[in-house]
């Protein structure tokens, strides 16, 4: 009996003792198991970090092209519209001080194709070119007066265009271009320019009418080149 009984406590100590065993290697193989989850995620938190960092880096290497791209076109336009203000001529009916030049129109091309800044972009860089060349006998005056001619004609137009990019949008952008134009340099002529000039007060009012007339005819002239060439060049820009 006595040794029955002690049989029974020794196998009953034996089966937990492998209970609490098999608890531990079960509790170590789930610890295990997480381990090696927690590793997993971390492992695919760094993948998706190291992916989001490439296409960021990626986008911002897109836009700093597309940005270089702008500023070399923007350079190359205003150098063909510096080119282009060397051809002027006089108008019939107006008096030889008032030339025109076709040099907007790759202004408009540039702001049609990239946008008003773009467009004013041109202006700016044809106006510093003229400027630095020396060829403009009215000096800085002079220029600043073709860049605020330039840039009431561009930034009007380019801005109607770009919210309705038609051919009707274009016309239309075209139209108020030319007469906020007229609008601008009526004002600055008569209250800035022309004063410094030296015009007479008395005489003010009639050169401004002259200017202005002057300023319709420009505006269409430009307008229209523009209208005729701007889908054949415009690919280039965009591409």
Same mark, same amino acid.
């Given at each position: 009996?006595?040794?029955?009984?002690?049989?029974v406590?020794?196998?009953?100590s034996?089966? =937990?003792?492998r209970?609490?065993?098999?608890? @531990?290697?079960?509790?170590?193989?789930?610890?295990?198991?997480r %381990?090696e989850?927690?590793?997993?995620? &971390?492992?695919?938190?760094?993948?998706? %970090?190291?992916?989001? #960092?490439?296409? *960021?880096g990626?986008? $911002? $290497?897109?836009?700093? %092209?597309?940005?270089?791209?702008?500023l070399? @076109?923007v350079?190359?336009?205003?150098?063909?519209?510096? %080119?282009?203000?060397?051809?002027?001529?006089?108008?019939?009916?107006?008096?030889?001080?008032?030339q025109?030049?076709?040099?907007?129109v790759?202004? /408009?091309?540039?702001?049609?194709?990239m *946008?008003?800044?773009?467009?004013? *972009?041109?202006? =700016?860089?044809?106006?510093?070119?003229? =400027?630095?060349?020396?060829?403009?006998?009215? *000096?800085?005056?002079? &220029?600043?007066?073709n860049?605020?001619?330039?840039?009431?004609?561009?930034?009007?137009a380019a801005?109607?265009?770009?919210?309705?990019? &038609?051919?009707?949008?274009?016309?239309?952008g075209?139209?108020?271009? &030319? /007469? #906020?134009?007229?609008?601008?340099?009526?004002?600055?002529?008569?209250y800035?320019?022309?004063?410094?000039w030296?015009?007479?007060?008395?005489?003010? $009012?009639? #050169?401004?009418?002259m200017?202005?007339?002057?300023?319709?005819?420009? $505006?269409?002239?430009?307008?229209?080149? #523009?209208?005729?060439?701007?889908?054949?060049?415009?690919?280039?820009?965009?591409?």
């Open positions: 009996m006595g040794e029955g009984r002690a049989r406590l020794w196998l009953a034996d089966a =937990l003792r209970s609490k065993a098999s608890e @531990r290697l079960s509790f170590r193989g789930l610890t295990s198991r %381990a989850g927690v590793r997993s995620m &971390t492992i695919t938190e760094e993948h998706h %970090a190291r992916a989001g #960092t490439a296409a *960021g990626r986008r $911002g $290497g897109t836009r700093a %092209a597309q940005r270089t791209r702008v070399v @076109r350079g190359m336009l205003g150098a063909a519209a510096f %080119a282009l203000m060397f051809t002027e001529f006089n108008i019939p009916g107006f008096p030889v001080f008032l025109y030049d076709p040099g907007d790759p202004a /408009l091309i540039g702001g049609f194709a *946008g008003p800044l773009a467009g004013a *972009g041109v202006s =700016l860089v044809k106006g510093v070119l003229f =400027l630095l060349s020396g060829k403009d006998e009215a *000096g800085w005056l002079g &220029t600043a007066a860049l605020a001619t330039s840039l009431s004609l561009v930034l009007t801005l109607v265009y770009a919210r309705v990019r &038609t051919r009707k949008g274009a016309v239309l075209l139209a108020l271009g &030319t /007469l #906020t134009m007229v609008s601008v340099m009526a004002v600055l002529n008569y800035f320019f022309l004063p410094i030296g015009v007479p007060a008395a005489a003010l $009012g009639e #050169t401004v009418r200017t202005m007339l002057f300023n319709l005819v420009k $505006g269409v002239l430009t307008s229209t080149l #523009t209208f005729l060439v701007y889908k054949k060049v415009s690919p280039l820009l965009r591409a």
